[in-house]
Every structure is written in C-alpha cells, then in structure tokens.
C-alpha cells in the first residue's frame, strides 16, 4: 500500500520558470512532511519540511504548502534552475515514529 | 560534508552468494535505517535500529537481517541474492525525530 502519493513522475521546466510538485497521503496521523533532494549517484538530502500544524513554510526560491483539510501537500520552485534538476521526494512520518514514508519521487530537469 | 559512510559502493555477484554492506554514521545519531531503492527510485524502509534495539521491520525477506554493534554502525546481511534483491541500499541516520542523513549508497546488482 503506497502510504504517500507523488505527481507528476517527471517534469521539464525552462530556466528562470516554476516548478509545482504534488503529493497527497492518507494516514491522517502523520504529521511531519520533508521534501527531499536527490541527485544521481548521491542519497537523498532533505530540501525543506513543513509539521501539520502549519499551511506554509518558505526557504529561499522553496515553499512547501500544506493542506491538512485534503490531506494534501506541494513544492514550489521559483527562478528554476539548472541546477535544480534533480529526483524530488516527498515524505510523511508521525513525530513519535521515525520512520519516513516517501512518494515514488519526481524526476525534474530544467532546460537552460 | 559526507557524515554517513557505506561500503562497498557497488557490489556485482551471482544469484545464491551472500552479501554484506556496512554503514557507519558520525553524527552522534540514535537511530539508524536501511532503506531500498529500486530502479524506479521507490524508496522503502527496510528497518530502523534505535540504540542497537531493532523497532521496525516492514516485513523484508528473512535472508535479508541488520546487525548493529554501536549506534554508530549499522551493516545490512543478504544471505542468499536473488535478481529482485538488485538496488541501490540506502543507509541514513537521525536524532530522535526529524531530518534523514543519507550514505550515497550501496548499489547491488545480481546475475
């Protein structure tokens, strides 16, 4: 049972433009959602987090929005960059429960 | 500024044979994890260890088993491959709750 939900698999974007990325979860006790970074042949570096009882969190050209009501969450890229281009994964764990349960990832690249 | 350490970085060998990586994290972490990606990048917990106490197995194959000898170091056991066992093992570490730090990885592959 995939426990967390990621869209769109892939997605190409052009320099300078937004990236949107979308995941939605269904067990209603998580409350802490990271994104992570991954480039090929590293491991997954976390990005930005976001706990439940917040809507938004902003970090530079990354803001994650939360929406607990839809039980939805979302990553925005502005200015996109080359360097951006990277597998993104989202994640869902409960605060007293370490382990994460990532989406299937996204796989951005963004053209100059 | 690499703080979780794996060996080997790839490993190829034949259906049957047994395998171990190691990991080793220097960030003074209480709870360690193995996770699996495969090669659609699905990313799945394999197990946890808080302080050497194993606390969660999501229920892998019992060929595969973690062995703890401090907090600092948790090695993956793979007793007898199969072709469905090629991935990239993922060892990370973390303080009680929070943030990951992952290894770049172990990348197994079997003929």
């Known amino acids: 049972q995939q426990q967390v939900r990621q869209s769109p698999q892939s997605l190409t974007v052009w320099e300078g433009g937004t990236t949107v990325l979308t995941c939605s979860y269904e067990d209603s006790t998580f409350n802490y959602f990271p994104w992570y970074q991954q480039f090929p042949g590293e491991g997954p570096a976390l990005l930005i987090s976001i706990l439940s009882v917040s809507d938004k969190k902003e970090d530079g050209r990354f803001t994650t929005f939360f929406n607990k009501r839809e039980k939805k969450l979302s990553l925005h890229i502005i200015d996109s960059q080359p360097g951006d281009s990277a597998t993104y994964f989202c994640?869902?764990?409960?605060?007293?429960?370490?382990?994460?349960?990532f989406g299937s990832g996204t796989k951005l690249t963004v053209e100059p | 500024e690499t703080a979780v350490f794996q060996t080997p970085n790839y490993h190829v060998t034949q259906v049957g044979n047994e395998v171990s990586f190691n990991c080793k994290q220097t960030?003074?972490?209480?709870?360690m994890y193995w996770y699996k990606q495969d090669s659609k990048k699905l990313l799945k917990i394999m197990f946890s260890?808080?302080?050497?106490?194993?606390?969660v197995n999501e229920t892998v194959p019992r060929r595969f088993s973690p062995q703890s000898s401090d907090k600092a170091h948790l090695n993956l056991r793979i007793k007898s491959v199969e072709p469905e066992d090629s991935a990239v093992y993922l060892c990370?570490?973390?303080?009680?709750?929070?943030?990951?730090?992952f290894g770049e990885g172990s990348k197994l592959t079997v003929l």
């Open positions: 994640a869902a764990s409960m605060s007293n429960y370490n382990v994460l349960y």
């Open positions: 960030l003074g972490h209480d709870t």
């Open positions: 260890y808080n302080n050497k106490q194993l606390i």
């Open positions: 990370a570490s973390s303080r009680n709750t929070g943030q990951l730090y």
